[in-house]
């Protein structure tokens, strides 16, 4: 079966730091694309970041360029997303996501894990 767990979440300061952590079973993460969205109350589903199998190659989006990093550890097969100068408007629940070289749509997601930036 496969899942994802996202963990790492929880409330920071205007500034802070978190990493979270996407862990896969019943997967490779270097098989599959990987990305990371989040969706605030109210708000449409954003997609961050993205990092491409094999190759590792990332993508960010312009709201997180620069204070975001993706990153993964097959050995662990965990991905990560180390989140920098966090903002409230950062505040989110956020979600990674997993879709095979082949496929076209992002197929398995994990639960979420909350986000919340105070000011």
């Known amino acids: 079966e496969v899942q994802l767990v996202e963990s790492g979440g929880g409330l920071v300061q205007s500034g802070g730091s978190l990493r979270l952590s996407c862990a896969a079973s019943?997967?490779?993460?270097?098989?599959?694309?990987i990305r990371w969205f989040r969706q605030a109350p109210g708000k449409e589903r954003e997609g961050l970041s993205c990092i491409r199998p094999r190759d590792g190659s990332t993508y960010y989006a312009d709201s997180v360029k620069g204070r975001f990093t993706i990153s993964r550890e097959n050995a662990k097969n965990t991905i990560y997303l180390q989140m920098n100068s966090l903002k409230p408007e950062d505040t989110a629940v956020y979600y990674c996501a997993a879709r095979g070289v082949s496929s076209i749509r992002y197929n398995y997601w994990g639960q979420g894990t909350q986000v919340t930036v105070s000011s």
């Open positions: 019943g997967l490779l993460i270097d098989d599959y694309a």
